[in-house]
């Protein structure tokens, strides 16, 4: 069996990806939205694949509904989730990143921006409609009429929903990445070196530490706040010993650190960086959500 549509269709899926992870904070599971887009695409008929004018927008459309239900029954998942949940990081800029979306110098929000671990908790913080409304205009710049269509709510509303999530981004001056870069490279060198002046002098009085376990590996449960109560952590963390090393990394489209043991990646971290100095750390160890980083 061929299908005349099949190009165009298979296509879509970098982009089809691109915003699933952008909506869900789970390549896994974006992966997952996609597979059920195309078997929702391949469970029509070829007379109503054949009626369908635009494919990319239909698939765009299911996929973005499908992340819709999701985000709509992850409240009441994440109260089962042991510890904090974070977003699942991506290492360096693979291909589910790269996605034929063309950023116009004036967006809003850059892509790049759009996969950073600090956007993605944000994003995180919203409302499913907020969110799936924001992500869509603001990062892929659907028209609002287009995001009314597949939210199922008026153009009007979905402005609303638009300009309620933006309120939510900090769009302060972001610093460059060589300027994150270096603080992460002194952080790294300040924690295997057990320097705590350089560890306190590189946080913020009130930066925020967090870690996900999952319930699966040791990983503190609660966020730690403040710079000394997470150097503290971090100089236990030191003491420990082992054979980790730690690997200069980008993390979500950012300078990040990821620490092995005998070359399995057992730790990921990204970070936040505001006026010279780290404001939040987020601490990834559970094995599902480093896949990405163990598939070679």
């Not at 110098?105 to 671990?117: F, G, K, N, Q």
Request: proline content about 6%; charged content about 25%; glycine content about 6%.
């Amino acid at each position: 069996m061929t299908d005349p549509q099949l190009p165009a269709v298979m296509n879509e899926r970098r982009q089809l990806i691109n915003l699933a992870y952008r909506l869900l904070g789970s390549l896994a599971e974006a992966e997952d939205v996609v597979q059920e887009t195309y078997a929702r695409w391949y469970a029509l008929s070829e007379r109503q694949r054949q009626e369908i004018a635009a494919p990319g927008a239909w698939l765009t459309t299911v996929a973005s509904r499908i992340c819709l239900d999701l985000l709509g029954s992850a409240r009441a998942r994440r109260e089962r989730y042991v510890g904090e949940w974070i977003p699942e990081p991506v290492p360096g800029r693979g291909d589910w990143l790269e996605g034929p979306v063309s950023a116009d110098p004036a967006d809003r929000v850059t892509l790049d921006e759009s996969i950073s671990m600090a956007f993605l908790v944000v994003l995180d913080s919203m409302t499913p409609a907020e969110r799936v409304a924001f992500v869509l205009h603001d990062v892929f710049r659907y028209s609002f009429a287009e995001v009314a269509d597949i939210v199922g709510r008026t153009p009007a509303a979905c402005r609303q929903l638009a300009s309620s999530a933006r309120r939510r981004i900090d769009t302060s001056q972001a610093p460059s990445s060589t300027e994150r870069a270096d603080i992460v490279r002194d952080f790294k060198r300040a924690w295997e070196t057990k320097d705590i002046a350089a560890l306190i002098g590189l946080l913020d009085p009130h930066a925020i530490a967090s870690a996900d376990g999952g319930g699966v590996v040791l990983a503190f449960l609660d966020p730690i706040v403040g710079r000394d109560r997470i150097t503290d952590a971090w100089m236990e963390i030191a003491a420990r010993g082992g054979p980790t090393t730690l690997i200069e990394r980008t993390v979500n489209g950012q300078p990040g650190l990821v620490a092995e043991v005998d070359g399995a990646v057992v730790s990921v971290y990204a970070f936040d960086i505001a006026d010279g100095r780290i404001t939040r750390i987020w601490v990834i160890r559970n094995p599902a959500k480093l896949r990405p980083w163990t598939a070679g």
